[in-house]
C-alpha cells in the first residue's frame, strides 16, 4: 500500500516538474525580448544629493514610469567623470554597463549629472532617440537647469521625471516633440499691419512735434547765409587718392563628411546621432547647471 502511494507521489511530483519546465519555455523567450535587465537601480545617487526618502519617492516614480511606457528612465549623480574625457562617453559607458534599455532595441533615456564641473547629459537610446529629439533635451535641460543651480535636486529630478512621460507619450503617439513645438508664439497675422500703422503714428507726431519746434529754421538753396562775406579764398586745389576697394570671392568647399562609422545631422530637427565605443547607437545633448 505504501509503495503505491510513494509511486503516485513520484508520478505527481514528476508530471509537475514536466509542466513547470514548459511554462518556463514558454516564458523565457516573452522576458529576453521584451522586459528589462533590472541590474542596477534606476536612480543611483552616488554624492547624496537627494535625501533617503526623496531617492526612494523618485526611484518609485521612474520604476513605474518605466514599466507603463515600456521605457527605462533612468538617472544617475557622480562625483566626478570617472576618468573620462566627456561627459558623454562616460554617459554611454554607464548605460551600456547597467544594461539599461527596454527590450532588444535597449530603448530608454538616461540623465547624467556630474558634480565636479556641474555637468548634466541626457543620454538616448533606441527609441528614447526618436522619443527625445535635440530640441525636446535642450527644452528638458533649460526646465531643469535652475533648480539644479539652486541645489533643489528633488525638484529638477521631479521635472525630468514628468517630461519624459510626457515626451515618451507624445511619440508613442507617432509626433514627438520637435523644434517647432518648442518656438515662441507667433504674432497673429493681423496685428502685423495695426503695428506697422501704430508704429508710423507715432513716428510722426514725435518728428512733428520736432519741426514745430523749429521756428526760426528756414530751407536755404546754398550754404551762402553761413559763410561771413569775404572771409572764404581759395587759394589751390588737387585731387588726392584716398581709398581702394578689394572684392574677394571664396572658392566653394566640399562639405561631404568624411571618416567612418559616425553620422551626426547638425541640426535641430530630430535627434543627432553617434557610435559609442562599443559600436551601439546613441543620441544625446547636454549642458553646465
Known amino acids: 500500500m505504501k509503495k503505491k502511494k510513494l509511486k ?12 513547470l519546465m514548459y511554462c518556463g519555455l514558454m516564458v523565457m523567450p516573452a522576458f529576453a525580448e521584451g522586459e528589462f535587465a533590472n541590474e542596477y537601480d534606476r536612480v543611483n545617487d552616488q554624492v547624496g544629493v537627494l535625501t533617503k526618502a526623496e531617492e526612494y519617492d523618485l526611484r518609485e516614480r521612474l520604476d513605474e514610469i518605466s514599466v507603463r511606457q515600456k ?3 533612468t538617472l544617475v549623480v ?15 559607458n554607464i548605460y551600456e554597463s547597467c544594461k539599461f534599455g527596454y527590450g532588444e532595441e535597449k530603448d530608454g533615456i538616461l540623465l ?27 527644452y528638458i535641460g ?25 515626451f515618451i507619450t507624445r511619440a508613442r503617439n507617432g509626433n514627438p516633440y520637435d523644434n517647432e513645438d518648442f518656438s515662441e508664439e507667433k504674432m497673429p497675422v493681423m496685428w502685423i499691419p495695426l503695428s506697422i500703422l501704430i508704429g508710423a503714428g507715432l513716428a510722426g507726431v514725435v518728428v512733428g512735434s520736432m519741426v514745430s ?11 551762402n547765409s553761413y ?30 563628411p568624411s571618416g567612418g562609422g559616425v553620422h551626426n545631422s547638425g541640426t535641430m530637427h ?20
Open 8 to 19: 503516485r507521489l513520484r508520478l505527481f511530483l514528476w508530471m509537475l516538474l514536466v509542466c
Open 71 to 73: 521605457m527605462d528612465v
Open 78 to 92: 557622480t562625483p566626478d567623470l570617472g576618468g573620462y574625457n566627456r561627459v558623454s562617453d562616460y554617459a554611454e
Open 112 to 138: 547624467l549629472i556630474s558634480m565636479e564641473d556641474r555637468d548634466w547629459y541626457i543620454d538616448t537610446h533606441g527609441f528614447g532617440i526618436t522619443a527625445f529629439t535635440d530640441a525636446g533635451i535642450e
Open 142 to 166: 533649460e526646465a531643469m537647469t535652475p533648480d539644479l543651480a539652486d541645489g533643489d535636486y528633488a525638484q529638477a529630478f521631479e521635472t525630468y521625471a514628468s517630461l519624459c512621460d510626457d
Open 213 to 223: 519746434g523749429m521756428k526760426t529754421v528756414r530751407p536755404q538753396a546754398t550754404a
Open 227 to 256: 559763410v561771413k562775406k569775404g572771409s572764404f579764398h581759395l587759394n589751390a586745389s588737387r585731387d588726392l587718392f584716398l581709398y581702394h576697394t578689394i572684392t574677394r570671392t571664396a572658392k566653394p568647399k566640399d562639405n561631404k
Open 270 to 289: 530630430g535627434s543627432s546621432t553617434h557610435r559609442s565605443a562599443s559600436g551601439s547607437t546613441h543620441g544625446g545633448r547636454g549642458g553646465k547647471f
